[in-house]
T-cell receptor, first 111, second 115 residues
Framework: KQEVTQIPAALSVPEGENLVLNCSFTDSAIYNLQWFRQDPGKGLTSLLL?????REQTSGRLNASLDKSSGRSTLYIAASQPGDSATYLCAEEVGFQKLVFGTGTRLLVSP | GAVVSQHPSWVICKSGTSVKIECRSLDFQATTMFWYRQFPKQSLMLMATSNEGSKATYEQGVEKDKFLINHASLTLSTLTVTSAHPEDSSFYICSAILTRLGIQYFGAGTRLSVL
């Protein structure tokens, strides 16, 4: 059974800090790894998608890496802002668009 | 970008009643939609894959007779929680695949509270 674990479960940082969110997965035969953002009362927003053949993806202040051999992915957020406060979910695609989600990291960036 | 609408966003019902949740792809056709469930402080769990014009595929442990899924058109899938009980209280989220791009778009979710 595929499992996806995220550490830490919650994180509180002051504005401007760089931070790293961790995701580990048990199934190395993944199609891809995605990072999502979930805001209260809203759906999921896809942030970054890393194909299984790739090692990292970047979008603005976000950088995600993928290490299939160790079963780990990290999401790096540079110069955090209060607007980054949300729950961040990683998910591995284990079949056609079938996603196994992690438990999430609740991020709070204080002004 | 593509939009997936879910309705209602929040529903409260009495134990034993049935509740229907709608998932619509507003500006694209989706042959495949997914239904997820999320309990507090837990991850999203895939419940079933909804395929237009055919029966849904349920994940292990999900009761197909309790969670009825209908995907009668390319833009609408419905999830009906039959004879709901308090343990069915959860956050239900749907997603739809924009096939030509291979991208999955998510609805805003429905919070179900069964009294």
């Amino acid at each position: 059974k595929q499992e996806v674990t995220q550490i830490p479960a919650a994180l509180s940082v002051p504005e401007g800090e760089n931070l790293v969110l961790n995701c580990s997965f048990t199934d190395s035969a993944i199609y891809n790894l995605q990072w999502f953002r979930q805001d209260p009362g809203k759906g999921l927003t896809s942030l970054l998608l890393i194909q299984s053949s790739q090692r990292e993806q970047t979008s603005g202040r976000l950088n995600a890496s993928l290490d299939k051999s160790s079963g780990r992915s990290t999401l790096y957020i540079a110069a955090s802002q209060p607007g980054d406060s949300a729950t961040y979910l990683c998910a591995e695609e284990v079949g056609f668009q079938k996603l196994v989600f992690g438990t999430g990291t609740r991020l709070l960036v204080s002004p | 970008g593509a939009v997936v609408s879910q309705h209602p966003s929040w529903v409260i019902c009495k134990s034993g009643t049935s509740v229907k949740i709608e998932c619509r792809s507003l500006d694209f056709q989706a042959t495949t939609m997914f239904w997820y469930r999320q309990f507090p402080k837990q991850s999203l769990m895939l419940m079933a894959t909804s395929n237009e014009g055919s029966k849904a595929t349920y994940e292990q442990g999900v009761e197909k007779d309790k969670f009825l899924i209908n995907h009668a058109s390319l833009t609408l899938s419905t999830l009906t929680v039959t004879s709901a009980h308090p343990e069915d209280s959860s956050f239900y989220i749907c997603s739809a695949i924009l096939t030509r791009l291979g991208i999955q778009y998510f609805g805003a979710g429905t919070r179900l509270s069964v009294l």
